[in-house]
């Protein structure tokens, strides 16, 4: 858990960013209604903009899962996104999770997010994540209407024991769901046969760095595969306003270490090799070798 580690670790993992504002995160969506989004003070191309800085300094390359609200109100970020070399990808449109709508309004939601972007940044986007990792064992047709609306690939589940999203028995690495859909689920590590989080989110910031180091340097080399991680950008933003009135699990998990997850971040950046999820993971030659 201390050795920095060395450029024998040649495994290029995937980054990658769900772009959305802080008050559109599920959490906090019974304090702020979507009827007040556009009101709503907006942090995300500040934010967004210093993850693309970050990117830049370490010369790095992610992908970003943008929710198609945002791109429309923001349609020069999704274009800065992509001139920078990024992977412009779909978190939907609305952010409603995918197992809150019926199938018809699923596929709408995704197939307008999908035209959206690439009508934006002129390139095909092959990638798709559920909000709140929605995809699991009641709605399974949703990668139909995934491959269908022509996305390549889905990166919609965390297999883990959460109270929010979770599916703890799900495959760990990527799988086909489909002959013609990939789902690349946020990487884990296996230990007293459960699955432990080693991919991000609100884990990332709970955990001292060189636990989260330690787990993905496991999958990397014991496992021999390339890790998938996760942040948003509301969680390198220490000064976002204060969502007044939530209940104290959600202020705990929403504002804990705010302030350090700049600073982690070059050091996750720092300690590995990242790349897009299209190029991890979807390329014949690509290290996670899955076709
Ligand atoms: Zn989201």
Same mark, same amino acid.
């Given at each position: 858990m201390n050795a920095a580690i060395e450029p024998r670790n040649l495994v290029v993992n995937a980054l990658t960013v769900d772009v959305e504002?802080?008050?559109?995160v599920w959490a906090l969506s019974p304090y702020i209604p979507r009827s007040q989004w556009d009101e709503t003070p907006s942090r995300v191309e500040r934010n967004v903009e210093l993850i693309l800085q970050l990117l830049a300094d370490a010369d790095a390359h992610a992908t970003f899962f943008t929710l198609g609200w945002i791109a429309e109100r923001f349609p020069g970020l999704v274009r800065r996104i992509a001139a920078a070399g990024h992977e412009l990808a779909s978190h #939907?449109?609305?952010?409603?999770?995918?197992?809150?709508?019926d199938r018809d309004a699923f596929f709408a939601d995704i197939v307008l997010a999908k035209t959206i972007l690439q009508d934006i940044a002129d390139t095909e986007v092959l990638g798709y994540r559920a909000p709140s990792f929605s995809i699991n064992r009641t709605n399974g047709w949703a990668y139909d209407c995934i491959a269908q609306a022509g996305y390549r690939y889905s990166s919609s589940v965390y297999p883990i024991q959460h109270d929010h999203y979770?599916?703890?028995?799900?495959?760990r690495f990527p799988h086909r769901e489909r002959d013609d859909l990939l789902e690349v689920p946020i990487t884990t590590m296996r230990f007293f046969e459960r699955n432990w989080p080693?991919?991000? #989110?609100?884990y990332f910031r709970l955990m001292p760095y060189p636990v989260s180091r330690w787990l993905i340097q496991r999958v990397n080399e014991v496992e021999g595969r390339p890790a998938i991680f996760f942040f948003h950008p509301?969680?390198?933003?220490?000064?976002q306003p204060r969502v007044p009135g939530i209940d104290a699990k959600t202020r705990f998990r929403h504002y804990l270490n705010l302030h350090q997850t700049e600073h982690r971040l070059r050091r996750l950046l720092g300690d590995f090799r990242w790349d897009r999820v299209d190029r991890v993971f979807l390329s014949p030659s690509a290290a996670g070798g899955q076709l």
């Open positions: 504002d802080y008050f559109q #939907g449109y609305s952010h409603h999770k995918a197992n809150e709508l979770g599916v703890p028995d799900a495959p080693a991919g991000g #989110g609100g509301w969680e390198l933003d220490p000064d």
